[in-house]
């Protein structure tokens, strides 16, 4: 039996106000029985036994949640800390073996104690992972009290996955998967790897090697260790080996390796997922078995070529789709094998796993009706500067270590990924990588791939450490791709279109879907017919960890990419995979533009602001004529304010307003220019994070006239604070009234004026030639450096100093101001270390 509840947040704690983000929880019950198929991963044998730890877990009192106690496994979206205890007994069964806490999935980092005594961290959550108990701190017979503390805090720099990934998956905390206590014998198999190493027509050599533990030094080492692969539809071993020794030394853990030769098997493919059950086996000397320790396998060989993937020999075409585990797959193993079935249909060969490893009864489940898997780790958009970071680099070996270890033997994992984003060509990063592949090679010989975006890819940089790539072109128009260049590795396209259309009529939802539909189907043909395979991008749609700005109003966290809604309902898009991938006839659909609307805003209001303007320059002849100074005489103004001679307050403050808003509406057009930009979006989350403070400047850049009003406003207000922060720093030198250094700042402020012309025209130019959106950046560089031009010239003037010293107050007020926010968005967000990732993109 399971069970969903959710707990819905207040509308702030939906846009991500507020410091508990709570989306819903996951909850289910303890199953009654336990089996083999439950425990996918170091699951119960004749030698083993599970003790389930799924079900009631307590929660302290004043605990966030409110709650006394939930099911595990349990998790909530946010990061949060929580405190979990469980108490269990143990019957003298127990008495003499080993007992290993194993859980499946705890994000991110989860620290436990049994009876008060610490067992141990573990820091990589998306991983399962095994804790061995002292014998010392069990009580046999007795309570025993389990606690977990799960802290989901994600820091900016350090840890895996960090603080900004955007695009990707939303933040958890909780004990996500199944967890549960594992009793073996004294010596025991704590893991094993099998590797195909040569496949001859029916005839394979496997590789073992098998990591052992033993309780105490003075446990006495087992006889031997085998290995037998049996064919299950016959039950006939095909092979065994014969008993190799086991020396442990002076030391509680021990591996052994050794190779086997085996005839007549068939080969792993999706097409034939011929599976082997592999059985290791601890033997004493009079050859009765200790423990055992098994497995389903397939018997393949992977390797990359010039082009791409070479299966058994064969070049293999690659129909993959994109799909990320969230709920309602957590805690629901169950609804695993139907989803893969679904793919299997639809004519996939493929899946790649984003972003995480996913819970381990996957991996079986694609074994089974052979499908192929790419599975990576959470190493997502981390700039070069922090890769340098001994504490990400220790994750980053612990994730690929922990990953590879626990789905080795399974034949559906193609490749392992090496994380996304990611800029591969450079120095540190390319370290990195190199050294996380060397630490797979260690362990398996399949290929590793990376991910990376279009403009990275093809960039002349220094080889990338990796296999092949997985090139992210999604978005981009189809008729683009026929021009990508080639790349020293093989590449496989990831191509996928929104779904939603922001700002379009109710009507123009089916239209958006038709649109992405058709976009998909041509470039899907184009890439197929260029390469030897294509991902999809994605099965279903998923929510990220803040609202996106191409995803429209009310702010969205919806990336709705999915060829099959959250509902299961069959969007047209899927019908273009099947097309695509099980050559099916290619459903009816046409391309036609939805108008982008709201053109006509900027042209309108800035038309308007430059008729106020004009009229009151017509109308006020001493309006005119201190513009006049002011552009042709500069000095007589700044010589005015130094003698403390009056000007009119509605003047300055008219001055201030024209010249704020014309910078409103070029900054508006510019932001809705951008806002179907994920660049956009992501420096956006970056700088603002992914609560109220990106959702507000979503919603401005989807409402251009509340938009022009509101930076219309921030720089009236911002020329106020360069206006009191001028006069405190003047007080050093002499005293000047407030008045005068408001009359100062706003008449100066005249060098943005040339923004009501370009505003008028700037949202229609930048649409028309996108590349004049660098003209507008310019503009806005030009005038900002003008305005501080004629504040070293005015204040040189008015405090009668040396020009060099009036760039030091300058210098001086830009620290006084930047130092402090410069800081605190580093802190918060390495912004720094993001710089030099974003200006590559930007180029």
Same mark, same amino acid.
């Given at each position: 039996?399971?069970?969903?509840?959710? %707990?819905?947040?207040? +509308? /702030?704690? $939906?846009?991500?106000?507020? *410091? @508990?983000?709570?989306?819903? !929880?996951?909850?289910? #019950? =303890?199953?009654?029985?336990?089996?083999?198929?439950?425990?996918?991963?170091?699951?119960?044998?004749?030698?083993?036994?599970?003790?389930?730890?799924?079900?009631?877990?307590?929660?302290?009192?004043?605990?966030?949640?409110?709650?006394?106690?939930?099911?595990?496994?349990?998790?909530?979206?946010?990061?949060?800390?929580?405190?979990?205890?469980?108490?269990?007994?143990?019957?003298?069964?127990?008495?003499?073996?080993?007992?290993? %806490?194993?859980?499946? +999935? /705890?994000? $991110?980092?989860?620290?436990? *104690? @049994?009876?008060?005594?610490? !067992?141990?961290?573990? #820091? =990589?959550?998306?991983?399962?992972?095994?804790?061995?108990?002292?014998?010392?701190?069990?009580?046999?017979?007795?309570?025993?009290?389990?606690?977990?503390?799960?802290?989901?805090?994600?820091?900016?720099?350090?840890?895996?996955?960090?603080?900004?990934?955007?695009?990707?998956?939303?933040?958890?905390?909780?004990?996500?998967?199944?967890?549960?206590?594992?009793?073996?014998?004294?010596?025991?198999?704590?893991?094993?790897?099998?590797?195909?190493?040569?496949?001859?027509?029916?005839?394979?050599?496997?590789?073992?090697?098998?990591?052992?533990?033993?309780?105490?030094?003075?446990?006495?080492?087992?006889?031997?260790?085998?290995?037998?692969?049996?064919?299950?539809?016959?039950?006939?071993?095909?092979?065994?080996?014969?008993?190799?020794?086991?020396?442990?030394?002076?030391?509680?853990?021990?591996?052994?390796?050794?190779?086997?030769?085996?005839?007549?098997?068939?080969?792993?493919?999706?097409?034939?997922?011929?599976?082997?059950?592999?059985?290791?086996?601890?033997?004493?000397?009079?050859?009765?078995?200790?423990?055992?320790?098994?497995?389903?396998?397939?018997?393949?060989?992977?390797?990359?070529?010039?082009?791409?993937?070479?299966?058994?020999?064969?070049?293999?075409?690659?129909?993959?789709?994109?799909?990320?585990?969230?709920?309602?797959?957590?805690?629901?193993?169950?609804?695993?094998?139907?989803?893969?079935?679904?793919?299997?249909?639809?004519?996939?060969?493929?899946?790649?796993?984003?972003?995480?490893?996913?819970?381990?009864?996957?991996?079986?489940?694609?074994?089974?009706?052979?499908?192929?898997?790419?599975?990576?780790?959470?190493?997502?958009?981390?700039?070069?500067?922090?890769?340098?970071?001994?504490?990400?680099?220790?994750?980053?070996?612990?994730?690929?270590?922990?990953?590879?270890?626990?789905?080795?033997?399974?034949?559906?994992?193609?490749?392992?990924?090496?994380?996304?984003?990611?800029?591969?060509?450079?120095?540190?990063?390319?370290?990195?990588?190199?050294?996380?592949?060397?630490?797979?090679?260690?362990?398996?010989?399949?290929?590793?791939?990376?991910?990376?975006?279009?403009?990275?890819?093809?960039?002349?940089?220094?080889?990338?450490?990796?296999?092949?790539?997985?090139?992210?072109?999604?978005?981009?128009?189809?008729?683009?791709?026929?021009?990508?260049?080639?790349?020293?590795?093989?590449?496989?396209?990831?191509?996928?279109?929104?779904?939603?259309?922001?700002?379009?009529?109710?009507?123009?939802?089916?239209?958006?879907?038709?649109?992405?539909?058709?976009?998909?189907?041509?470039?899907?043909?184009?890439?197929?017919?260029?390469?030897?395979?294509?991902?999809?991008?994605?099965?279903?749609?998923?929510?990220?960890?803040?609202?996106?700005?191409?995803?429209?109003?009310?702010?969205?966290?919806?990336?709705?990419?999915?060829?099959?809604?959250?509902?299961?309902?069959?969007?047209?898009?899927?019908?273009?995979?099947?097309?695509?991938?099980?050559?099916?006839?290619?459903?009816?659909?046409?391309?036609?533009?939805?108008?982008?609307?709201?053109?006509?805003?900027?042209?309108?209001?800035?038309?308007?602001?430059?008729?106020?303007?004009?009229?009151?320059?017509?109308?006020?002849?001493?309006?005119?004529?201190?513009?006049?100074?002011?552009?042709?005489?500069?000095?007589?103004?700044?010589?005015?304010?130094?003698?403390?001679?009056?000007?009119?307050?509605?003047?300055?403050?008219?001055?201030?307003?024209?010249?704020?808003?014309?910078?409103?509406?070029?900054?508006?057009?510019?932001?809705?220019?951008?806002?179907?930009?994920?660049?956009?979006?992501?420096?956006?989350?970056?700088?603002?994070?992914?609560?109220?403070?990106?959702?507000?400047?979503?919603?401005?850049?989807?409402?251009?006239?509340?938009?022009?009003?509101?930076?219309?406003?921030?720089?009236?207000?911002?020329?106020?604070?360069?206006?009191?922060?001028?006069?405190?720093?003047?007080?050093?030198?002499?005293?000047?009234?407030?008045?005068?250094?408001?009359?100062?700042?706003?008449?100066?402020?005249?060098?943005?004026?040339?923004?009501?012309?370009?505003?008028?025209?700037?949202?229609?130019?930048?649409?028309?030639?996108?590349?004049?959106?660098?003209?507008?950046?310019?503009?806005?560089?030009?005038?900002?450096?003008?305005?501080?031009?004629?504040?070293?010239?005015?204040?040189?003037?008015?405090?009668?100093?040396?020009?060099?010293?009036?760039?030091?107050?300058?210098?001086?007020?830009?620290?006084?101001?930047?130092?402090?926010?410069?800081?605190?968005?580093?802190?918060?967000?390495?912004?720094?270390?993001?710089?030099?990732?974003?200006?590559?993109?930007?180029?």
């Amino acid at each position: 039996m399971t069970g969903v509840r959710s %707990l819905k947040p207040s +509308g /702030a704690e $939906r846009i991500g106000f507020g *410091w @508990l983000l709570i989306a819903c !929880l996951i909850l289910v #019950s =303890a199953a009654a029985l336990v089996n083999a198929a439950d425990f996918p991963w170091l699951g119960p044998t004749a030698s083993r036994q599970v003790m389930s730890l799924v079900g009631r877990w307590e929660l302290p009192e004043g605990n966030p949640l409110g709650l006394e106690a939930v099911s595990v496994p349990f998790a909530i979206f946010g990061q949060q800390h929580l405190r979990l205890e469980k108490t269990f007994s143990l019957d003298s069964t127990a008495q003499g073996r080993q007992l290993w %806490l194993v859980c499946y +999935g /705890a994000h $991110r980092e989860a620290r436990f *104690w @049994l009876n008060g005594r610490f !067992l141990g961290t573990h #820091s =990589a959550g998306y991983t399962s992972f095994v804790l061995p108990i002292d014998p010392a701190f069990v009580r046999i017979g007795g309570e025993n009290r389990l606690r977990a503390e799960i802290d989901g805090t994600l820091h900016p720099s350090s840890g895996l996955p960090l603080l900004h990934r955007p695009g990707g998956w939303p933040e958890i905390t909780g004990i996500f998967r199944e967890i549960y206590l594992l009793l073996v014998p004294p010596v025991a198999l704590e893991n094993a790897t099998v590797r195909t190493q040569e496949l001859v027509g029916d005839r394979a050599e496997l590789a073992f090697t098998a990591e052992l533990a033993r309780s105490r030094l003075d446990t006495e080492a087992p006889g031997g260790i085998l290995a037998e692969v049996v064919d299950p539809s016959s039950g006939m071993v095909l092979a065994m080996s014969p008993p190799m020794p086991v020396e442990f030394g002076n030391s509680l853990r021990c591996s052994v390796s050794w190779k086997l030769s085996v005839r007549g098997i068939r080969p792993w493919s999706p097409s034939a997922p011929a599976l082997y059950r592999v059985r290791i086996s601890l033997v004493d000397a009079a050859g009765a078995v200790a423990d055992v320790w098994e497995t389903r396998t397939g018997i393949r060989t992977v390797s990359v070529d010039a082009e791409g993937i070479v299966l058994n020999s064969e070049p293999f075409r690659l129909q993959a789709v994109e799909w990320l585990e969230a709920p309602p797959y957590w805690g629901y193993p169950d609804r695993i094998a139907s989803l893969l079935n679904e793919m299997k249909a639809a004519g996939c060969n493929a899946i790649r796993l984003v972003g995480y490893p996913p819970h381990p009864a996957l991996a079986a489940v694609a074994d089974s009706i052979g499908l192929f898997l790419l599975e990576e780790i959470p190493l997502w958009k981390v700039p070069d500067p922090i890769m340098s970071d001994p504490r990400m680099q220790e994750t980053a070996t612990n994730y690929v270590a922990e990953m590879v270890k626990r789905d080795q033997a399974h034949p559906a994992v193609l490749a392992w990924g090496l994380g996304g984003g990611l800029e591969g060509g450079k120095r540190q990063t390319a370290s990195v990588l190199k050294m996380l592949r060397e630490a797979i090679r260690s362990i398996d010989d399949r290929p590793c791939y990376s991910v990376t975006d279009w403009a990275t890819a093809f960039r002349k940089t220094a080889p990338w450490p990796v296999d092949f790539l997985l090139v992210d072109v999604s978005g981009l128009e189809p008729q683009r791709l026929q021009g990508l260049p080639k790349t020293a590795l093989p590449v496989f396209p990831i191509v996928g279109y929104l779904a939603n259309f922001p700002g379009a009529a109710p009507a123009g939802a089916d239209r958006a879907e038709e649109n992405r539909a058709y976009q998909l189907w041509v470039a899907g043909s184009q890439l197929l017919q260029r390469g030897r395979g294509l991902i999809i991008r994605s099965w279903t749609d998923w929510q990220t960890p803040g609202p996106g700005l191409p995803l429209g109003i009310p702010p969205s966290k919806e990336m709705r990419y999915g060829v099959v809604s959250p509902t299961g309902e069959k969007r047209l898009s899927f019908f273009v995979l099947r097309s695509l991938f099980a050559g099916d006839e290619r459903p009816r659909m046409r391309f036609e533009a939805v108008a982008r609307g709201q053109e006509n805003t900027f042209v309108l209001l800035a038309l308007l602001l430059v008729g106020l303007f004009l009229w009151h320059f017509r109308r006020d002849r001493r309006f005119r004529g201190n513009l006049r100074r002011v552009f042709l005489y500069p000095s007589s103004i700044y010589e005015d304010v130094r003698a403390r001679r009056k000007i009119s307050g509605y003047h300055t403050f008219l001055q201030g307003f024209f010249a704020s808003a014309g910078m409103a509406v070029v900054v508006s057009s510019f932001l809705a220019f951008s806002r179907r930009s994920w660049l956009a979006d992501e420096v956006s989350g970056l700088l603002l994070g992914n609560g109220l403070g990106k959702a507000v400047f979503i919603w401005l850049a989807w409402h251009p006239l509340q938009a022009i009003a509101f930076f219309t406003l921030v720089g009236l207000f911002s020329l106020s604070l360069f206006s009191i922060c001028f006069w405190l720093l003047a007080l050093v030198r002499a005293y000047l009234p407030v008045g005068q250094a408001f009359t100062f700042v706003f008449w100066i402020s005249t060098a943005f004026l040339p923004a009501l012309i370009w505003g008028a025209v700037a949202y229609r130019a930048m649409l028309a030639s996108p590349s004049l959106a660098w003209f507008t950046v310019l503009l806005k560089v030009a005038m900002g450096s003008w305005f501080l031009l004629r504040f070293v010239r005015g204040t040189s003037v008015i405090l009668r100093i040396p020009w060099w010293a009036s760039v030091g107050l300058l210098c001086a007020l830009a620290l006084l101001v930047g130092l402090p926010l410069a800081t605190l968005l580093q802190r918060q967000s390495a912004v720094f270390d993001y710089c030099a990732y974003y200006f590559h993109l930007l180029r």
